[in-house]
Each structure stands twice: as structure tokens, then as C-alpha cells.
């Protein structure tokens, strides 16, 4: 009688938190498919189920790892845990005692369920030095929302407030398709069959842009003046919510002003969308409300990052499209309460605060308590007496995560110990002085807390993880206990128990019910005008009100009403640049088979897409001689990568987009770290985002042209 | 158990392709893939997704994703096709089925198919949509229509299918293709 | 009723299953059927003969078996016994021991032979044709010995017999009559694309070069071309086309072309006489009579000739004719035939993805479909030529990857 179970559990293959059932028949998954019990009701995508392939992928990582040999030389010798994990805490200690606790560095990439642990490490040892790409995503939106709102907002897809949106706004984001960031995209694809407008930004198309009504397909990196540019219309046409704006907001008079500097005339000719389309769209979804902003990442990798979500949460309030059903709703949490404070409870030192990188200029950055990594890996290469001395990496790639990867490894071979934790040998753990195996989620008990925050569910060990592989969870656990026991655990059991003691359910309970949420008439909305953040009404910002002017950009130096900020380099800001590179560049393109770096090494997606693609216009790939799937190279002042070419009608003919994070795992060297990684391209030496930090990903100038082949086969 | 068809509505797919995925997990039922067949580099997929566009013409796009797997035809001509008689229906549900003891990869029933369903895995025996008839059985959904982001597969009832099918004319479709 | 069926292919045993559906619907209507065949071996598929002969099917798989296993009501067989006339005012069947077979309803689907041309030594040992199922069996037992393979005729089954032969490791020579491989079903481009790749794996091809003589004392050693070229060869594969099995009906008023013309209901100029497969001559789409040697084409015939003997009134539709060679790499599929004038070519040639297709459109229809490297559009073409679907505005989209059936097939 052989053993055949059902395991239910959390995919942890982007940020979204699928609730998956998995068959595993003695001690082998035999499949994976979602839950229909969960609240994205049995449905995933193409990542969480070809996870089936990474238990048993030849390339996981099974054994720490010492390096032997020159630093990128691959070259490994076996170890124990203990012996690799008491050398990371010794390193650890011996830098914080010898060149202050800023001088580690502990660092993530995108969430993954555990930012919290990552927090809680950084604070362990009292570093200001958390370094993740958060800059870039979505901590941005979080702390504009914070400083704006009081609170995080999200589309309300979910109607238990009686309204689905009328008009959802997909701003810079293909939930259909790619990273949910705690929206999924059954909720958002079910509201999208439910509303009557569907109004797309983006400068190409997307899968869902011959269902809008309106396709406004802007000019990479002008989304600030769009943004504006509707608001001129609404508040000068007397469209905005007058009710909300008198009442629950403050500076709209200084609004008013700043967006007579942006009529629908001079936007167009910013942006690149007619005139009649952005009257046309301001007035749709400011009247055909409730409206449902859907704002992406792709408003924060850009020079004007924060004011691009300043503007995008001004056109939000005036319309009074906040903790309206069907519009933008702060979640109410579950049981297990405010899940951030297992990171933020320890309390952040004035040493550490002063020692974060960038601290003294990205405020809104720090506000998050990310360091800035353009400047960490900076400081690296300039020998600046401040710098980092020890980093411990968590899953994640800075040579194809940040700005200019020739910058990057250079700064990284600069350190004096770097260890990197992953499921696989990544570019970066190549460069490693030690490296941990980490247990994929199928083969792990976690807390998942990606959701929307009204939900919170229990990741389940389905099966033994190959080689000595450990869970994150425990991983984070052991090294927090060597450095200072006092904020960790006997065993990763006592962890959970601790993580979600709010609810009052242990870890064992938790594991069984799977999941704490709070839907339909437990969430509530208009919270604004109940003692919920303050008491006799109103938001929990300085004012109490939804800061059209924020007092807090005021205080920090910050212009407090959006702009607009042309990319650093553009057809505009650099027309001699423009002669020589005249095309603009996106380097941030998406697929729904890889998650940035993530999934090369998994053949049911690679065979979806094996070669990292640049869409193109095939008029302006004709005009070069360039056929479709031809392998090009493009190149701007700071270097070039190749890619192929894919047409692709959906583009302004002067913009094209490459995908990001492209590696080869089954040629993991120097070489093809440089070969195809668009990141060779960008650069933090131009001026970031003032608040944020943030680099610019997705305008920039390049030229492309065909790749020759050697000897034609 | 109640006869079954399959509607795959390309007006809600948005090419995502999970379904491919959770269709090879469904019926490889290992974590490698089936050795794909001479030089194909999509694999071994019962479940395939096309893909249009996009199309510019002024102010329309035309783009559309058109997820297709067998269509389990009423006068199949696969199962005409074939001279081994190795395809056959299926009584309880009128899903076509394919007997692979019998199958000799002849390619027969490729030629005689519009959709292109028949697949042809490393043995060379055909596998297509079986429409995961023993999960109809269990009444559980197929495994693509569970999986499905954007409730764009519909396994129903024939009468309830020819309903939507109606409200989705052919004719309509026709029109959006631009000349 | 009393039914007879001179054959015992694909079209007569579609034509029993037509009659097999319509008893099971009017058991009260169960005729007396007699299928006369020529050969003993009961039916079987010869499309599969050079399958077979290659060792890739064993014998039960070449076997064309009913449905569900067995018929459902009896008829009597006659095996090995040639059809030699018709008395068609009389109704009957003469067979070649004497024996008079009696009818009211006759179904001719005596299928097609090799045509023999005359080429001096053509009757030496390690000769062959690829007729029947002793060709085949003769073939399988000289296979082991032979070394080099002589193919004469690069046809469909010329080819198809060269490619299994090389990839038994057989040396194999090719030579064709006319200037190209696959002269009647591929362009000329695309046939040298083929003959390139084949070329590059060791296969030789002599086109525009007939045969003068088989040579050898008794036994084979090759063959000399009318230029002189000595090719070796310890067997030779005659495939110079297929022909019609109709001689037996020579001395009735049977209409008859190169093979015995029919309607689309099956029905030959005289009434209760029926022809269906190899054997039938048909009109095409364009009205024209075309031979038509293909499964699909005899399967459909023989269906709708059996409904249509049982009192249905069954129309065939006609069907493309349909070539593949798929034992290698890239597949190389044709279907339908270029129509002359007024064709407008629409073609697509994607080198990196290994895709060649050429369409043949006329007057809003695709006439002919011709690919390299496609897979999974074959049904799709095959389908749209004929059913002679207007594709006037789906020209754009004939040549994309997602073109596909949905919306095009009700």
C-alpha cells in the first residue's frame, strides 16, 4: 500500500501566495495544482506549477559550500552547517566589533515571505544596512501611500463593500499576467469581467489591451505628467469629488495650481498619447466611478519615482476613489495582527539609523529601513572608509538586480566576506566566500505574508529537501541565535509560534486550519470616518487628512506636489545622446514564465522561452535589416548585451524592450553574466530619485543592431 | 455521469499558459519533461496556446490568445482516421480517447485534425486531451479549467457550451480579424 | 440484398463499417454480403507495406480490424480469389476458378498496382515492387543481405521506401525520371531543400535519369541510367507509379478512365455498380477527374459507397490529395495540387525556426498546401482545402503561428 497524500500549502514562487494542493506519493511530488478551498480558488500560474521541477533539479544547490581558490573561480570544497554557519556569524560579530555593525550588511531580493526575518537579522545585529531592491519596488508606493494616506492602499477587486470597480485603471502593471504584489490576478481578471471601463497605461500593449477602452500608450518614464495632465482636466472641468476633496483632504488649492502647468496640450507632447485621449480617459475615471488604480512597478524604477506615485495618489484622492467599495481600500489585517512587528520590534539604534546607506539623502527611502544599494556597492568600490565589510545574502542577484552590473561585481568582489543563501548556484553565490543551500517551499513549513494583507497563510512541508538544503525559516533562526540569542529560538517551531502569537493559534494549529483571513463584511470600509486611525475621523497623517500637499516631503526637502522630471537621458533631456542611441529603452520587459532572475533552470518554462527577448517595431527592425528572432546587440555609452529581436507591433516604432535579469545556468560564468543581462546598460551614476533613491529602468537611450555570426552554419 | 464538452474562449485568455503547465503535470505525472518529439522545442503539450497579434489598425488592437487543446469532436476525424481504430469515444462522457497498445504513431489522425491535437510523445504514440475524463469522473474540473486565471476554459454540458458558443458567433470573430 | 465487394482494402472495409452502422440503426435490413479478394491475407492496410517491410510494424498492426473488434452481423469472405469479369446485365462476378458470384449491389474497390515499366532485367532476383503484402514479406527477408539499395522513382512511396531504407543503414541511390524529388507534390525549391539534407546524410540522388537496365547475371548488382551512369545496388525498388486495378471489367460499358470514374455518390455509369478507393476515378473540386491514391480519400470513398449501397444517399466530398514524409527531421508535407493559372503564392520561411510554408490560394481558396517543418497546422490545410473554405480575409493570418481552426470549423 504505497503512501499518497494531499498537502496543502503556500506557493512562495513570486509574491502572491497561491493556495496549492500537492500529491506526494512516497515522499515524490507527483503534482501540483491550486486549491480550490483558498481564496484564488484553485487557480496559479505557469511558475508555481513547473516548481514541480525544482525538487529534483540537478542544478540545487544540496551542501554548504567554502570557497577554494580565487573569488569567481567556482571553485568549492564541502562543509558543514555548523561550520558554515558559525563562520557567517563570526564574520558577522568580528566586523560589527571592529568597524561598527553598519559595516554588515544583510540583504534580500524581491519578497518572498520572509522580509520580516531579514528585518529581524539587520536589527539583531544592528545594522542600518538591510539592502534590497526595495528602492525600486514597491516600497515606494508603500511609504508614499504612508505619508499621503496613512495607510496602504490596494484596488478593491473584491466588492464586499457592495461595488466592484467600475473603472479599473492598469497603470504600469500586467497583474494578468506577472507579479500580483498582494493583487491576484483571479480577483483582478473576475473584477475586470464586472466593470464597464478598462483604461490601460502602458507604452505597448498588453494581453489585455484590445479589451480597453482606452490604450494610452505613453512615452517611457512620462507617467508623472500624465498623471497631471488628467488632473488638469478634472479639476479644471470640476470632475473631481468635491465632497471628499473639501473634507478629507488638504492642499488642494496648491494642487489646483501646480496642474495648470500641465494642460492636456504640453502633456501630449511630454507623453507622447493624443490629447483627446487623456480628456478623455480623466473624464471616464473620474466619472465613471468607482475607479480601481492598478499601479505597478514600473512607476518606481525611474529618476521621478516618487513623484510619479505622489501623482498617481493625488489623482486617486480627488476623484474620492480611497476607502470607497470598489475603489482603493487600506485592508483590514487578521488576527495575527500587525505581522511587521516581528521584524520592527527591535528597535532601530542611532548608530544604525545614521549608517544607513543613503540615509541622508533618500528619506523616504530609510523610512522603509532598506539601505540604499547603489550606494552601498559604491561606497564598496570608492574604498569609502564607511563601507560595507560583510555581507549575507538571502536569495537574491545584485549583479541582475541593480544598476550596472559591471559597478556591481566590482563593489562585490571588494568585501571581506560575502555569503549567499539560495536554492541554486546564482551568479552572485558564484562570487561568494560561502554558500547555503536553501529548501524550496515545497520543501518547507513557513509563514506566508505576502497577501493582502487580509489574508495570512501556512506553507507546508510537502517533501525532504534534496541534500543537506534547509529552510529559510531556520536558516535565519540559526544565524540570528549565534549573533544574539536573546531575539531568537530554540527550534523554527517556536519561531512560528512567536510570528503569529496575536492570533492565538501555535504553529501546529495554524498549520492545520492553513490560513487566518478577513473577507467579505469583516473588512470595512470609509474607515476615515470612524475612530479607526483617529479618533473623531480622519487619516493618520500629520494633518489627519489625505495630504494632497505632504507636509512630510515639505519637512524632508522634497517638492510636496508632484512633477514632472524628464528620465536623465531621453530625446529631450539629451538630444545629442539621442543622436547617437535613438531609441528609447525599457529594461525591464516581463514574461509570465520567470520571475526577474528566477526559472532559467527550469525546463517546462525555459522551453516556453529560452532566449531573453527584445521587442521591437517591425518597421524599425526592417529599417536595419533586422528579422524577427535575429539576435542583436544593444548597446548604449556604457556597454552592450545581446538579445533576440522579437516583433512586435505594440510599440511606439522609437522604443524598444528588453527583458530583465537574463543569465544561463547551464553556462554560469563572467562571461554570460555579461552576455544577455540588460543591467550592463543602466546606471546609478546618473541622479536617482531624489526621495527614494530609485535608478532608472525603463528610460533610457540605446541603439540595436543585428548580431553577425561568425561562421553562418 | 453527464456528457461533457470543452469551450476554450480566446475573448478572456491572456496567454499565461499555466494550463499547458498544469496539463503536462496532469498527465506526465514526473517532474521531467516527456522527451519532446523530433526537434519541436515546445515539448510534448496536449494543451497548446496561440497566439495573435498584436494588430494596430488606428485605434484598435487586435491581439487575442487562443488556448486549444481537442475538441473532442462529434464525427471525429481522428478517430475515422486512424487504421488501427486505436481512437475511440468514450460512452459515459463522449470524450475521444486514444488506446495507446494499439497506436502505431502513423501520424494518420495529425493530418485528418483541424485543431492539430494529437500529439506524439517519445515512444511515438499519440497523447492528446483526454479531458481529464477521470477527473470529469470524480466531478472535478479539468485540470487547465482549474488552473485558469481568466475563467477562459468551460467544460460543461454540450447543450450549455453550444449556448455560449451562439452568443460567441463565429461570425464575430471573423470580423475582428482585420483585411 | 445481396451485397459484393471485389477488394478487401481501406475502401471496402469502410464501405462494411458503412453497412455495419446502418444494420446496427435497421437490424431489419441486413443484406448478404460477399467480399471477394484477390489475395488470401484478409485485409490490411497498404500504406503501411514499406513499414512493414522495414521491421517498424509487426504483421497483426498492418491488419484492418473493425471497430470494437468484430462485425456485428456475418458475410461471407473469399479469399485468393481473383476477379477476372463482370456480367453486369446478368449481375455477376466472374472469378478466375469459374465460379459466378451473384449481386444486386456491387462495390469495384480492387484498389491499384504498380505500374511495370519495361526496363530490360526487370525480372532478375533482388528485383521488387511494393504491390501487395508478398512484395512486402519478400522485401523484409532480402533487407538483412543487402547493403545498397537501388530506388527507382522518387515519388511518395519512392521516398518513403529510400528514407526507412537509410535509416537501416542501407546506402541508397535515388533515381527519378523527372528533374526533381517528389516531382507531382512538392515545389522544386523546397524538393532541393530535401534533397540537400537527405543528400547530407549519404543518400544519392540521380533525377532527370531513366533507367536503361537492371543490371547482374541473375541476381541484381545495380542499374545503368540512359546516360550511361552505373549505379549499384544489391536490390532494386521499382516505384514507377501505381495504377488502377480495373482490367477485369474490360468487357462491360463500365465508364472508365485510367481508373473506373464515379459520382459523388460512388455510383459508375451503370446502376448498382459502385467504385470507391484507388480503383475510383472522381471529379475534383474544380471538376476535373483526378486519381487520387491516398487513405483518406479511399476511407471516405468506401464509406460513402457502403452507406449509399444500404439506400443512403451519402455525397463524397472530394479529398486533397495528401503526401507526407515524416521518418525524418523535418517533416515535409503537401497537400492538395497547385492549380494553374491565377494562383497567388503566399509563402513564409522562417530559417530559425525551421518553418517553410508555401500556400497555394486561387480564386479565395487554398488550393495546395506545402510545408517544411510544420506539425500541427497539417489538419488544419488539409481541412480548409476541402472544404474549399473561402479564405479571402484570412490571408494575413494563413501564415502566422497562432493561425488556428477556432471560428473556422462549425
Known amino acids: ?22 500529491t506526494v506519493k512516497d515522499g ?19 511558475k508555481g506549477l513547473a516548481s514541480i521541477q525544482e525538487t529534483n533539479n540537478p542544478n540545487r544547490l544540496r551542501h554548504p559550500l567554502k570557497r577554494v581558490g580565487a573569488r569567481g573561480e567556482d571553485k568549492w570544497v564541502q562543509i558543514g552547517w555548523d561550520e558554515a554557519l558559525d563562520t557567517i556569524a563570526n564574520r558577522i560579530k568580528e566586523s560589527s566589533a571592529q568597524f561598527g555593525p553598519n559595516s554588515v550588511v544583510t540583504g534580500q531580493g524581491t519578497g518572498r515571505g520572509y522580509n520580516l526575518f531579514t528585518l529581524r537579522l539587520a ?19 508603500l511609504m508614499v501611500y504612508t505619508i499621503s494616506v496613512g495607510a496602504r492602499l490596494m484596488p478593491d477587486f473584491h466588492g464586499w463593500g457592495g461595488d466592484f470597480p467600475k473603472t479599473i485603471v492598469a497603470w504600469g502593471r500586467q497583474t494578468e499576467i506577472t507579479n500580483s504584489e498582494n493583487e491576484m490576478a483571479v480577483w483582478f481578471l473576475d473584477a475586470l469581467a464586472k466593470a464597464k471601463n478598462l483604461i490601460i497605461v502602458d507604452p505597448k500593449t498588453t494581453r489585455l489591451t484590445s479589451r480597453a477602452n ?38 488642494f488649492e496648491k494642487l489646483r495650481d501646480r496642474v495648470q502647468d500641465y494642460p492636456p496640450e504640453k502633456v501630449a507632447e511630454i507623453t507622447w498619447v493624443p490629447k483627446e485621449k487623456i480628456i478623455k480617459a480623466a473624464r471616464m475615471l473620474a466619472t465613471d466611478s468607482p475607479t480601481a488604480f492598478n499601479v505597478g512597478q514600473a512607476l518606481e524604477a525611474s529618476n521621478n519615482c516618487t513623484q510619479n506615485n505622489r501623482a498617481m495618489v493625488c489623482l486617486m484622492a480627488i476623484t474620492g476613489n480611497i476607502e470607497r467599495p470598489g475603489s482603493m481600500v487600506n485592508w483590514m489585517l487578521t488576527e495575527a495582527g500587525q505581522l511587521e512587528d516581528f521584524g520592527r520590534e527591535i528597535k532601530i539604534t542611532p548608530e544604525a539609523r545614521d549608517g544607513m546607506a543613503g540615509g541622508d539623502k533618500f528619506k523616504l527611502g530609510v523610512m522603509g529601513r532598506f539601505s540604499n544599494p547603489d550606494t552601498i556597492f559604491r561606497k564598496l568600490r570608492e574604498d569609502d572608509p564607511g563601507r560595507a565589510r560583510v555581507m549575507h545574502l538571502h536569495g537574491t542577484n545584485p549583479l541582475l538586480a541593480y544598476a550596472d552590473t559591471k559597478a556591481i561585481l566590482a563593489g562585490l568582489l571588494k568585501l571581506d566576506f560575502l555569503s549567499v543563501a539560495d536554492l541554486y548556484m546564482s551568479p552572485t553565490a558564484r562570487y561568494a566566500d560561502i554558500v547555503l543551500p536553501v529548501a524550496h517551499w515545497l520543501e518547507s513549513d513557513g509563514v506566508w505574508d505576502e497577501h493582502g494583507l487580509f489574508h495570512f497563510s501556512a506553507m507546508v512541508k510537502a517533501v525532504e529537501p534534496p541534500g543537506e538544503a534547509r529552510s529559510t525559516y531556520w536558516i535565519y533562526n540559526e544565524l540570528g541565535r549565534r549573533i544574539d540569542p536573546k531575539y531568537w529560538f530554540d527550534t523554527v517551531e517556536q519561531v512560528f509560534d512567536y510570528f503569529i502569537r496575536r492570533s492565538g493559534l501555535t504553529w501546529e494549529e495554524f498549520k492545520k486550519i492553513g490560513f487566518l483571513k478577513k473577507t467579505g463584511k469583516e473588512q470595512k470600509y470609509y474607515k476615515y470616518k470612524t475612530d479607526y486611525w483617529r479618533k473623531g475621523g480622519g487619516f493618520r497623517t500629520a494633518t489627519g487628512k489625505v495630504e494632497l500637499y505632504s507636509t512630510t516631503m515639505e519637512k524632508y526637502g522634497y517638492d510636496p506636489l508632484p512633477h514632472y522630471l524628464e528620465p536623465n537621458e531621453s530625446p529631450y533631456s539629451t538630444p545629442e545622446l539621442y543622436k547617437q542611441y535613438p531609441l528609447i529603452l525599457s529594461a525591464s520587459l516581463r514574461t509570465p514564465y520567470y520571475f526577474l532572475s528566477q526559472y532559467r533552470q527550469i525546463p517546462w518554462l525555459r522551453e516556453r522561452h529560452p532566449d531573453p527577448t527584445v521587442l521591437i517595431h517591425p518597421e524599425t527592425a526592417g529599417a536595419m535589416g533586422i528579422e524577427n528572432e535575429d539576435w542583436v546587440w544593444i548597446e548604449n555609452q ?76 | 455521469m453527464d456528457k461533457k464538452a470543452i469551450f476554450f474562449d480566446k475573448s478572456k485568455c491572456v496567454g499565461c499558459q499555466a494550463c499547458i503547465i498544469a496539463c503536462k503535470i496532469k498527465h506526465h505525472a514526473s517532474p521531467h519533461p516527456v522527451a519532446p518529439p523530433e526537434g519541436d522545442p515546445k515539448g510534448l503539450s496536449p494543451i497548446n ?29 481522428c478517430l ?18 486514444v488506446d495507446r497498445e494499439r497506436c502505431i504513431g502513423c501520424k494518420f489522425c495529425l493530418w485528418a485534425c483541424p485543431y492539430g491535437a494529437p500529439h506524439f510523445d517519445d515512444q511515438g504514440k499519440m497523447v492528446k486531451c483526454d479531458m481529464c475524463v477521470d477527473r470529469l469522473r470524480q466531478g472535478k474540473p479539468t485540470a487547465c479549467e482549474a488552473v485558469c486565471v481568466a475563467s477562459a476554459i468551460m467544460v460543461r454540458a454540450p447543450e450549455e457550451i453550444a449556448k455560449i458558443q451562439a452568443g460567441k458567433a463565429a461570425d464575430r470573430v471573423m470580423k475582428e480579424i482585420p483585411d | 440484398m445481396k451485397i459484393v465487394i471485389i477488394g478487401y482494402g481501406p475502401a471496402a472495409v469502410r464501405a462494411l463499417a458503412a453497412i455495419e452502422r446502418h444494420v446496427r440503426l435497421f437490424p431489419g435490413q441486413r443484406p448478404d454480403v460477399t467480399v471477394i479478394s484477390a489475395e488470401k491475407t484478409g485485409p490490411y492496410s497498404p500504406m503501411f507495406l514499406i513499414k512493414f517491410a522495414t521491421g517498424q510494424l509487426i504483421r497483426d498492426q498492418l491488419s484492418l480490424k473493425p471497430e470494437g473488434g468484430r462485425y456485428s452481423f456475418p458475410f461471407h469472405e473469399l479469399l485468393g480469389h481473383p476477379a477476372v469479369g463482370i456480367l453486369d446485365k446478368e449481375k455477376k462476378v466472374i472469378l478466375q476458378d469459374g465460379r459466378e458470384i451473384g449481386f444486386d449491389r456491387l462495390l469495384i474497390a480492387s484498389g491499384a498496382a504498380p505500374v511495370v515499366p519495361s526496363i530490360k532485367g526487370i525480372g532478375k532476383e533482388g528485383v521488387f515492387f511494393l504491390g501487395r503484402l508478398q512484395d512486402a514479406e519478400r522485401i523484409a527477408r532480402a533487407l538483412p543481405q543487402a547493403r545498397e539499395v537501388v530506388v527507382i522513382g522518387a515519388g511518395a512511396m519512392g521516398m518513403e521506401a529510400a528514407i526507412a531504407f537509410d535509416r537501416l543503414g542501407k546506402k541508397v541511390r535515388v533515381v527519378e525520371f523527372l528533374s526533381q524529388l517528389l516531382p507531382k507534390t512538392l515545389g522544386a525549391k523546397m524538393a532541393e531543400y530535401v534533397q540537400g539534407r537527405l543528400e547530407a546524410r549519404g543518400m544519392e540522388f540521380w533525377l532527370g535519369c531513366a533507367v536503361a537496365e537492371i543490371t547482374g547475371a541473375n541476381k541484381a548488382t545495380g542499374v545503368v541510367t540512359n546516360c550511361g551512369r552505373e549505379l549499384r545496388g544489391d536490390m532494386v525498388l521499382l516505384t514507377a507509379g501505381v495504377r488502377p486495378s480495373k482490367d477485369f471489367v ?125 506539425r500541427d497546422k497539417a489538419g488544419l490545410f488539409y481541412t480548409l482545402i476541402k472544404s474549399r473554405k473561402k479564405v479571402e480575409s484570412l490571408k494575413k493570418v494563413l501564415l502566422t503561428d497562432g493561425f488556428n481552426a477556432t471560428g473556422l470549423i462549425s
Not at chain 3, 515524416?326 to 497567388?344: C, H, N, Q
Request: proline residues 5%.
Open chain 2, 80 to 97: 475515422q482516421a486512424c487504421p488501427e481504430t486505436a481512437i475511440y469515444r468514450d460512452e459515459e462522457t463522449d470524450v475521444v480517447l
Open chain 1, 123 to 141: 536589527s539583531t545585529i544592528g545594522t542600518g544596512n538591510m539592502m534590497g531592491p526595495a528602492h525600486v519596488c514597491y516600497l515606494p508606493r
Open chain 1, 638 to 713: 556604457r556597454g552592450r548585451v545581446k538579445q533576440k529581436a522579437k516583433f512586435f507591433a505594440g510599440l511606439d516604432p522609437r522604443v524598444v524592450m528588453a527583458q530583465q535579469a537574463w543569465w544561463y545556468p547551464e553556462r554560469n560564468n563572467e562571461e554570460s553574466l555579461l552576455e544577455s543581462n540588460i543591467n550592463v546598460l543602466t546606471t546609478s551614476d546618473l541622479p536617482p530619485d531624489p526621495a527614494t533613491g530609485a535608478t532608472t529602468f525603463r528610460a533610457l537611450l540605446c541603439k540595436v543592431y543585428k548580431v553577425e555570426e561568425a561562421a553562418n552554419g
Open chain 1, 214 to 251: 482606452l490604450w494610452l500608450q505613453l512615452r517611457p518614464g512620462t507617467d508623472a505628467a500624465l498623471a497631471l495632465g488628467m488632473m488638469n482636466v478634472i479639476i479644471n472641468e470640476g470632475l473631481y469629488d468635491k465632497e471628499f476633496v473639501a473634507d478629507w483632504t488638504h492642499g
Open chain 1, 1 to 22: 500500500m504505497s503512501d499518497e497524500r494531499i498537502v496543502k500549502s503556500t506557493c512562495c514562487n513570486c509574491h502572491g501566495g497561491c493556495g496549492v494542493l500537492i
Open chain 3, 250 to 374: 474490360q468487357d462491360t460499358t463500365i465508364e472508365t478512365n485510367q481508373g473506373i470514374c464515379v459520382n459523388d455518390r460512388m455510383e459508375t455509369s451503370i446502376p448498382d455498380i459502385y467504385a470507391a478507393g484507388d480503383v475510383a476515378e472522381s471529379k475534383n473540386r474544380q471538376g476535373f477527374n483526378e486519381l487520387v491514391f491516398n487513405w483518406y480519400s479511399a476511407i471516405d470513398q468506401g464509406w460513402v459507397a457502403g452507406g449509399n449501397m444500404m439506400g443512403q444517399a451519402k455525397n463524397f466530398l472530394f479529398c486533397p490529395l495528401l503526401s507526407a514524409l515524416k521518418e525524418i527531421e523535418f517533416p515535409v508535407l503537401s497537400i492538395g495540387k497547385k492549380g494553374a493559372e491565377d494562383t497567388e503564392l503566399l509563402s513564409r520561411y522562417e530559417r530559425k525556426k525551421g518553418i517553410w510554408e508555401e500556400i497555394y490560394v486561387r480564386n479565395g481558396f487554398v488550393d495546395c498546401y506545402q510545408a517544411i517543418g510544420v
Open chain 2, 49 to 77: 496556446v496561440h497566439e495573435y497579434g498584436p494588430v494596430i489598425k488606428g485605434d484598435r488592437v487586435f491581439m487575442y490568445y487562443q488556448p486549444l487543446a481537442c475538441m473532442h469532436c462529434q464525427d471525429a476525424p
Open chain 1, 28 to 46: 515524490v511530488i507527483k503534482g501540483i495544482e491550486g486549491n480550490p478551498q483558498s481564496t484564488t480558488r484553485g487557480t496559479m500560474c505557469a
